[in-house]
């Protein structure tokens, strides 16, 4: 699970309930003059309710490593006031699409697929890798993404965009079959009772998760083994923001700004390494 700290960057359907803060609303705080802001901007940043460790809600409250970073991150920009609320992953991509959310992370850099959307500065670092059952494993190598897959199903986050341009002709073609759900939980149970072949997915969040499946007993007698195939390639995760809202935050470049500065101040001053660290070390 530690691997991915060394990989700090210079790098989705959901029905869930109602968005929950994070975060109590942050109260004023001093400026960087010494004066108390007198009229932070209300900004509300929605957040992935279901990737855990990176972003996921959990007894009503938001909880991850972006969620603890993004946290710290608007601490240091005392003129807002800064709500994390959890969101179904494709519910927050069409509120940035329509215009009608401000942003939402951790999405990874898709501009083709989605171009309402502008990005912050990287924040981190993910591995991407493929995990399958073992009786998969035992059939034939599975080397070379994607074509020692063909005639899979690989399961996936909904509104995931990762498996890159071969995966996606692929599918296309009917070679490979891409079958999204929920969440990685959700995968990852599937794959155990052998309803998908193999999940693609970030290294950290996959390990992150068997851990708790088998920590509250949530394997099934008889369930499969399940094993990483192989790495494929590291995505940054951002902080995305609309670019369709036609003026209705009229905030949104100087919040772009300040925040890109307070990212780059906290990789060099270590603060997102020793959050990353801290959570993994100490879950939840």
Not at 19 to 31: G, K, N, R
């Amino acid at each position: 699970m530690l691997a991915m700290l060394a990989m700090l960057a210079p790098s989705p359907a959901r029905a869930a309930p109602a968005p929950a803060p994070a975060f109590a609303p942050l109260t004023p705080l001093a400026s960087a003059d010494g004066s108390v802001a007198s009229a932070q901007i209300a900004v509300t940043i929605y957040g992935d309710d279901g990737y855990p460790p990176y972003s996921y809600l959990e007894n009503g409250e938001m909880k991850g490593i972006y969620t603890n970073i993004i946290h710290a991150a608007v601490k240091r920009m005392p003129e807002y006031r800064v709500s994390l609320q959890a969101i179904p992953w494709k519910r927050g991509l069409v509120k940035l699409e329509t215009g009608e959310g401000f942003a939402l992370y951790p999405p990874y850099l898709r501009p083709a697929e989605r171009p309402y959307m502008d990005y912050s500065d990287s924040i981190l670092a993910e591995q991407l890798v493929v995990y399958c059952s073992q009786p998969v494993i035992e059939r034939r190598p599975r080397k070379v993404w994607p074509d020692d897959y063909a005639g899979l199903r690989i399961g996936l986050n909904a509104g995931f965009l990762s498996g890159g341009k071969q995966f996606d002709q692929a599918v296309r073609d009917g070679q490979l079959s891409a079958v999204p759900a929920r969440s990685s939980r959700t995968n990852l149970l599937k794959l155990m009772k052998g309803r998908i072949d193999c999940f693609l997915n970030d290294r950290s969040s996959i390990v992150w998760e068997l851990g708790r499946i088998h920590h509250e007993g949530l394997a099934e007698a008889g369930a499969l083994a399940v094993a990483e195939t192989i790495a494929l390639s590291a995505e940054q995760g951002y902080l995305g923001y609309t670019n369709r809202d036609a003026g209705r935050f009229p905030y949104k470049q100087d919040f772009i700004r300040k925040f890109n500065a307070v990212i780059k101040e906290m990789k060099q001053d270590g603060e997102i390494r020793n959050t990353i660290e801290h959570f993994l070390r100490a879950p939840g």
